[in-house]
Structure formats: structure tokens, C-alpha cells
């Protein structure tokens, strides 16, 4: 299995910041690399899929980057309603694993 | 606009099998451009992809599950299904059915519509 990996597993920032969360598999898996938002009691809604684009709804701020083994989740201007647990999930390969999160909590 | 939505016992008892099935409406499962899929999610923890089903009947699982899982399809309900046996209190989750992306050749793409999601608990 491809071991995704999310460093770390909590963030604290502030309103206006940016934010970069990052996400690591354990073998290459080119740009099969999805991130989810999820709340707490809700389902994870997509952000960005295939690495670097923007699912349709999903506000400008929110980025994706990266190939290969290295990929991130920018945040340009965190607003209120940003904070939230983040998942990558790598679909290149079953089972599509998910990394562990990294939770975004207000500084 | 697609919903999931899923549907089964809240409680099952251990040793038992858990069964979950999704209602696929406002489109059809039948469509050439995605599988069908089960994630689950702990109380308190990430979430672990299960498995998913093309409309077809083809389903891949994760190995970890696999010899106890089983995902089945329904095109003329527009539902699919999950059934997981030999249940323990560790297969206490909420679980998530959701719509995947596939682009054919063993090609995936992303989960992009999910149901509400449904607490199962594992107790006697």
C-alpha cells in the first residue's frame, strides 16, 4: 500500500495568514493527489483534485501543488470558516489511502 | 444535482455482518465515468478508504478488508451496497459512501460527491 504521510498533524494560524499544508506519499504517484476539508459531524468535501485543480465551487484561495512524492495545500488569506481538518488522498494506486489530517485551528 | 445518501442499522452486534446500502438520485449509477465507493472513519480518527464498485459489478477493495468485505451493485435501484462480516467493536465507524471518478485504463480520479454519512456501532 502508498503510505501517505502529513506533517504535521495540527496547525495554528490566524485570520488573514497563509497557510501551507503539505502531504507526502511513500512512492511516486505523478499528480494522483486529492485534498479534502472536512468538519466536524459533516462528509469531506473536495478542494483540489489531480494536485493542482480546483473543484468547481471550491473558493480561489485554496491551491494545490507538487508531483511526484511532494504535494501542498496553500491557503492564501485564511478566513473564519477554513478551519477544519484537511485529508490528502492518493488515487494512483488501491487502496486510495488518505493521510492522517492536519487540523487547522484558529492561533 | 447527485446525492448519496446512505441507509442501514445504526447497531450491529459483533461477530455480525454490517449492511449499508447508498441511494444514488438526481443521476444514474450507470455512467461510464466513475465507481462507486464505501469510506469509513473512526470516532475521533482519519478516514480509510474500503472499497468501490463500477456499475458494471467490477469492485476493488483494500486488502485489509477485502476477506471480509463484500460491495454490490443495483443499477435498476440506483443503489449499491456494502456488506462487512465478522464485525468487532474496531469496525465502529461513521461510514461514507461517495462518487469516484474513474478514466478508464485503472485510472482514478477523486471522491467528489459523498452521503451525510451514517454511525454504525459495533456493541451487543
Known amino acids: 500500500d502508498i503510505q501517505m504521510t502529513q506533517p504535521p498533524s495540527s496547525l495554528s494560524a490566524s485570520v488573514g495568514d497563509r497557510v501551507t499544508i503539505t502531504c507526502r506519499a511513500s512512492?511516486?504517484?505523478?499528480?494522483?493527489l486529492n485534498w479534502y476539508q472536512q468538519k466536524p459531524g459533516k462528509a469531506p468535501n473536495l478542494l483540489i483534485y489531480a494536485a493542482s485543480h480546483l473543484q468547481s465551487g471550491v473558493p480561489s484561495r485554496f491551491s494545490g501543488s507538487g508531483s511526484g512524492t511532494d504535494f501542498t495545500l496553500t491557503i492564501s488569506s485564511l478566513q473564519p470558516e477554513d478551519f477544519a481538518t484537511y485529508y490528502c488522498?492518493?488515487?494512483?494506486?488501491?487502496?486510495?489511502?488518505f493521510g492522517q489530517g492536519t487540523k487547522l485551528e484558529i492561533k | 444535482q447527485l446525492q448519496l445518501q446512505e441507509s442501514g442499522p445504526g447497531l450491529v452486534k459483533p461477530s455480525e455482518t454490517l449492511s449499508l446500502t447508498c441511494t444514488v438520485s438526481g443521476g444514474s449509477i450507470s455512467s461510464s465515468s466513475y465507481y462507486w465507493g464505501w469510506i469509513r472513519q473512526p470516532p475521533g480518527k482519519g478516514l480509510e478508504w474500503i472499497g468501490s464498485?463500477?456499475?458494471?459489478?467490477?469492485?476493488d477493495y483494500n486488502p485489509s478488508l477485502k476477506s471480509r468485505v463484500t460491495i454490490s451493485v443495483d443499477t435498476s435501484k440506483n443503489q449499491f451496497s456494502l456488506n462487512l462480516n465478522s464485525v468487532t467493536a474496531a469496525d465502529t465507524a461513521v461510514y461514507y459512501c461517495?462518487?469516484?471518478?474513474?478514466?478508464?485504463?485503472?485510472?482514478?480520479?477523486?471522491?467528489?460527491?459523498w452521503g451525510q454519512g451514517t454511525k454504525v456501532t459495533v456493541s451487543s
Open positions: 464498485i463500477y456499475y458494471s459489478g467490477n469492485t
Open positions: 512512492q511516486s504517484i505523478s499528480t494522483y
Open positions: 488522498q492518493q488515487t494512483y494506486s488501491a487502496p486510495h489511502t
Open positions: 461517495a462518487r469516484q471518478g474513474y478514466y478508464g485504463s485503472g485510472s482514478w480520479g477523486a471522491l467528489d460527491i
